[in-house]
């Protein structure tokens, strides 16, 4: 069965760095999702990408954060200058299309920001 | 409101019993609703779809009431593997984001 993959499984780094979680959708899917998950709490949506442009974005999603697909497979998540409150579980999620369609969720990034 | 309620729980139930899970939801307006699975730090995956005139698989029924803005999963005969939190989730506006309640965590005994 078809899976989405994320890399890395776990990224450490230092406030103010810039990290890029990346995630390889299943092959014929058109829409792409960011979704982060703080230890203890809800899964949140940031953002979602379709036709190579962001079609909705939450307020988490501020400037710091940036989404593209620069191959034509991988979808990356930049966030520039990283805050001790981006550590997170971070998610990748995808589907073929239409409003009933299931996404399928990546294993996640755990992103710690010391 | 929340966008959507859920019970965090824990539930704690023997092997073999019947639980359920409610949920509310805000939007009126919203079209797709799931039940979700989370494993301990693990991604959600999807349990079922809940359509308007309620969905069974196997020891699992879910049902949706519009009018209430109501969400149920009902888990029979519960297995020990049953054990992790169930998300109730709803397809949100024109872009399809999904919108995650808190979770309830079950926990079956031996």
């Known amino acids: 069965e078809p899976e989405v993959t994320q890399t890395p499984s776990h990224q450490v780094t230092q406030m103010g760095q810039e990290v890029i979680l990346r995630c390889v959708p299943i092959s014929n899917h058109l829409y792409f999702y960011w979704y982060r998950q703080i230890l203890g709490q809800k899964v949140e949506f940031l953002v979602s990408f379709y036709n190579n442009e962001i079609s909705e974005k939450s307020e988490i999603f501020d400037d710091q954060f940036s989404v593209e697909r620069p191959d034509g497979s991988n979808f990356t998540l930049k966030i520039r200058s990283t805050k001790l409150e981006d550590s997170a579980m971070y998610f990748c999620a995808t589907g073929l299309a239409g409003v009933t369609d299931t996404q399928y969720f990546g294993p996640g990034t755990r992103l710690t920001v010391l | 409101r929340k966008e959507v309620e859920q019970d965090p729980g824990p539930f704690n139930v023997p092997e073999g019993a019947t639980v359920a899970f409610n949920c509310t939801y805000s939007n009126s307006a919203s079209q797709s609703f799931f039940w979700y699975r989370q494993d301990c730090r693990k991604e959600p995956k999807l349990l079922m779809s809940?359509?308007?005139s309620g969905n069974e698989d196997g020891r699992f029924t879910a049902q949706l009431n519009r009018a209430s803005q109501y969400i149920s999963l009902l888990i029979r005969d519960s297995k020990l593997s049953d054990s992790a939190t169930y998300l109730c989730?709803?397809?949100?506006?024109?872009?399809?984001?999904?919108?995650f309640g808190t979770g309830t965590l079950l926990a079956v005994q031996p």
């Open positions: 989730v709803v397809l949100w506006g024109a872009t399809n984001k999904l919108i």
């Open positions: 809940v359509y308007s």
